[in-house]
């Protein structure tokens, strides 16, 4: 076993890249990295607690997501406008969610609560979203993304022969208010973006992955260096801030080939199966964190 100076960790080396690559293996097909099921296993598995875990976190999607993000681009599944206008609402949000961790919610009984309820909010939306008889499934065509197009009031693309469109402001505003959640949660916002554009704005999850890790690896990056800036003013406190790198690595290396892997056979996953992937483990993660708190 090796111990990890700044998050105090003991455990064997090779057990965060193990867990990493096989929860991101899942939820890359989604378009979520994986960092909001990492964040409770570091907690309560590994005993990291402070929130140096937040930016930890963050650092494992900078490393893990561009394999992941890659593969989507190169099978033309990437969604260029959507990318860009998630990253615009999520990299403000994302900063104003670190300082809500950093003076708001230090305990990690609280933490837990909050990040229990907005997993539950997020699998109840997806549980909705799957019982509309509208949710059909995607007529056959090429499987990629064409015809993209976006200006100030809407966005849209073709996939399978149909034409999708979404709100511009609609998707900035909804990436803002979860930029700032994600911030407090140290995931960078793609756990939350992905289901919405799903549940909320109708897009097929086959094309919502590749933009929604991409904005979660903007935002993640930010985040990173927003901790990492402010972790000198807290020195003197006794509060860690600052992120464990080498932990952050490990699970960062582990989740480069689960994402790389995750993405390359999403196609091969029916869209309905990988929705209810995403709803057992937000719904599950979620009663385990609330119900604990107020059951200990």
């Known amino acids: 076993m090796i111990e990890f100076a700044i998050s105090g960790v003991h455990t064997y080396w090779w057990l965060p890249p193990l867990v990493a690559f096989v929860v991101s293996f899942f939820t890359s097909m989604g378009g979520v990295s994986g960092a909001f099921l990492l964040l409770p ?3 309560s598995v590994l005993g990291f607690t ?6 930890t976190n963050l650092v494992y999607n900078v490393v893990a997501i561009p394999s992941g993000v890659y593969r989507y681009f190169r099978e033309g599944r990437m969604v260029w406008s959507l990318m860009w206008v998630v990253v615009a609402g999520t990299l403000p949000g994302v900063v104003a969610g670190a300082f809500i961790r950093i003076h708001y919610l230090p305990d990690p009984g609280p933490f837990k609560v909050f ?16 019982k509309k008889k509208a949710a059909a499934a995607p007529v056959a065509g090429e499987f990629v993304v064409t015809d993209s197009r ?9 996939f399978q022969g149909r034409r999708y ?15 700032v959640v994600g911030g407090v ?6 756990a939350i973006v992905a289901p919405f554009f799903v549940s909320v704005f109708g897009l097929p999850i086959y094309t919502v ?3 929604a890790l991409m904005g979660t690896f903007v935002t ?4 990173v260096a927003f901790y990492q800036i402010i972790a000198p003013y807290y020195a003197g406190s006794g509060l860690s801030v600052a992120p464990d790198w080498f932990l952050g690595a490990l699970f960062g290396l582990g989740g480069l080939a689960g994402m790389y892997c995750g993405a390359r056979l999403q196609r091969l996953v029916p869209a309905r199966w990988i929705k209810l992937m995403l709803i057992v483990i937000l719904v599950g993660t979620a009663l385990r964190y609330i119900l604990g708190y107020f059951l200990a």
């Not at 469109?165 to 930029?179: C, H, Y």
């Not at 949660?185 to 793609?190: A, L, R, T």
């Not at 993640?220 to 985040?223: D, E, F, K, L, T």
């Open 165 to 179: 469109q979404a709100s511009t402001p609609g998707i900035f505003a909804m990436a803002l208010a979860v930029g």
């Open 220 to 223: 993640s990056i930010a985040g």
């Open 115 to 130: 990040v229990g309820c907005v997993l539950l909010y997020i699998g109840l939306r997806m549980i909705a979203e799957m």
């Open 185 to 190: 949660y140290g995931i960078g916002g793609g």
């Open 209 to 211: 992955a590749g933009a």
């Open 150 to 158: 976006m200006s100030l009031t809407r966005l849209s693309f073709k």
């Open 50 to 55: 402070t929130p140096a875990v937040s930016p």
């Open 41 to 43: 296993f570091q907690m």
